[in-house]
RNA sequence: GUCCCCGUCGUCUAGCCAGGUCCAGGACACCGGCCUUUCACGCCGGCAACGUGGGUUCAAAUCCCGCCGGGGACGCCA
């Protein structure tokens, strides 16, 4: 059999979103399955909208994602020239003829038979005009008035299109610019497309490729269509929610083992498995368990499959990826060792690196802020006396974890309070506020020396002094 | 409007092709409990679905038809 080989084409007109890139990595994974070959291919001959910037940023999110292309890019601006020569051959073969409608005509016979219920396409006009090329004309492509034709779709089966639904649609533009229909065609012809996954909006698109393929003597690849991702609310993406860009994502503090691990999941399943590692992925995924029907996108599900493969992360990975964030908050890194221990008690509270990174902060600030809640509430003046016994205690108690809990146990014993009365005020005055990690484990890390330089600052305040 | 696709817990889905083992399984979310110095993690338990009507059959989530609902396409956008 011949190697397989899928493509993206994503049109550089916005930011790779999560349609998106669902749909290169289906191709990139039925790719490397197969040990095939996965192109990009950047479909810009729309030049009002492409942009430049947009294929800069779309291949740094399918790079981030780990979506790396065998082959490519290529650009459909480059390849002009290829487009008119299949579009000539097929002109001078009379598959295809030369249409002199002006544009404002079409738009108000299209609106005309959409108001009286009728369909839209091209009426056919010039079909048997004999027009040769000339300015301000397109090429359309003849499409049979009889017949049917049938995608054998290997998501879907059979799906079958009569020819009175199909109008012959433009091939060339006015401008002799290609239209999407004959760029794809001749570029997945070209480049030896083996097969096209795309989203099922392309599915009634597909006969007229087909027909065109057929015109041009080439047997047609083959087709899969995924269903489509809409919004939690049912409705198509849109900037509101999933139509972010991949990129922001990853400003989020999303890692993108997540992503994928989201993504695949996202219309196609193995059993009851939720949990992919990318070599998983590539072992486990086929077309045939890919779903028909349209899928929710649901921000919670990815923020704990984020939350999950954040806990999967080595410590000394997940220390590089938190750096970032850690700039961005202003906070200076502190030592390897420090970091990776500090991030070790926030790795299993933090879903995203972002959160991580905010977790964090109290290791790194030389002067934790007093929430003023967690301050009213618990460094009060009441506790004086028993933060003043812990530090004379700490002076000499070993900072292990193990140390320092016998130590407030018994602290907590002497005093005849509960446990937590004497472990939330040192929390608050350890960070600031009442929810943290552990509390041993903080103190073991910060060290003594902070610690007692903390518990000091708090008594100090507690007592009416200023901080 | 026409054509096409789709329809299992709130969400992602398993099951459907090869009808009985499904008073429908898993995951996220939610609720309760355990653990516990807070919050998480972890563990245990709970809530919760076959769109609807008909047909075929001893038996239907599974097969067939209608209806309803959702989505898509119908562009000199891709």
Redesign the pocket.
């Known amino acids: 059999m011949r190697q397989i080989k899928t493509r993206f ?3 550089p ?1 916005g930011h790779l979103h999560l349609g998106g890139a669902r749909t290169a990595l289906f191709n990139w994974l039925f790719a490397r399955h197969h040990q095939g070959v996965f192109v990009l291919r950047f ?4 030049r ?3 942009r430049p910037e947009f294929v800069d940023s779309i291949r740094e999110a399918l790079e981030w994602l780990g979506l790396h292309w065998d082959e490519g890019p290529y650009f ?1 601006s480059q390849r002009l020239e290829i487009y008119r020569e299949y579009a000539r051959r097929l002109y001078e073969e009379g598959k295809a003829y030369y ?1 002199a ?3 404002e005509e ?2 108000r016979k ?1 609106k005309e ?2 108001a009286a ?6 009426d056919g006009t010039c079909r048997e005009k004999g027009l040769p090329p000339g300015p ?3 090429l359309r492509l003849k499409v049979p008035p009889t017949g049917s034709t049938v995608v054998e779709d290997l998501i ?2 059979p ?4 020819h009175r ?1 199909l ?1 012959d ?2 091939l060339l ?3 002799g ?5 004959l ?2 065609v001749v570029d997945d012809l070209t480049m030896g497309i083996t097969h096209v996954i795309r989203g ?6 597909t006969p007229k490729q087909i027909l065109l393929y057929q015109a041009l003597g080439a047997e047609p690849p083959r087709f899969a ?1 995924v ?2 991702i ?1 919004g ?1 609310d ?3 993406l849109s900037k509101r929610h999933g139509a972010r860009s991949i990129l922001e994502y990853r400003e989020e503090g999303y890692l993108p083992q997540a992503l994928r691990n989201y993504l695949v ?5 193995y ?4 949990i992919f590692t990318l070599e998983e992925m590539i072992e486990r995924f086929d077309l045939s ?1 890919v ?8 921000p ?2 990815l ?3 984020n ?2 493969w954040l ?1 999967a992360t080595p410590l000394k990975e997940l220390a590089e990826e938190v750096k970032p964030f850690l700039r961005r908050l202003g906070l200076p890194l502190p030592r390897e060792d420090y970091l990776q221990a500090a991030l070790a008690t926030v790795q ?3 879903r995203t690196l972002k959160e991580a990174a905010e977790m964090l902060t109290f290791y790194l600030v030389e002067e934790v802020e007093y929430q003023p809640e967690a301050a009213r509430k618990f460094l009060t003046p009441e506790i004086a006396p028993v933060l003043e016994r812990l530090l004379r205690a700490l002076e000499e108690v070993e900072f292990t ?1 193990e140390a320092l ?1 016998r130590l ?2 018994g602290m907590a014993e002497e005093t005849g309070l ?3 009365k004497i ?2 005020p040192v ?1 608050v005055a350890l960070t600031g ?9 903080i103190m073991r890390i910060l060290g003594r020396e902070r610690v007692l330089r903390r518990l000091k600052r708090a008594l100090n305040y507690l007592q009416g002094g200023a901080s």
């Open positions: 084409p994503p049109s007109t479909e810009d001959t729309d009002e909208r492409s459909q249409c409608c002006p544009p079409l738009e299209r038979a959409l219920g009728r369909k839209p396409g091209y301000g004309r397109v879907r089966g799906v079958a299109f009569d639904e109008d649609f433009i533009r006015s401008d610019t290609p239209t999407y229909h760029a794809v099922d909006d392309h599915l009634s698109n269509h269903p489509m809409l939690p049912g409705q198509r999941r996202l219309g196609w399943s059993g009851d498995q939720e368990r779903s028909r029907s349209a899928a929710r996108f649901d919670e599900k923020l704990a499959l939350a999950h806990r299993p509270r933090a974890d809990e407030f146990r509960k446990l937590k472990a939330q929390r506020k009442t929810v943290s990690p552990g509390l041993f484990e």
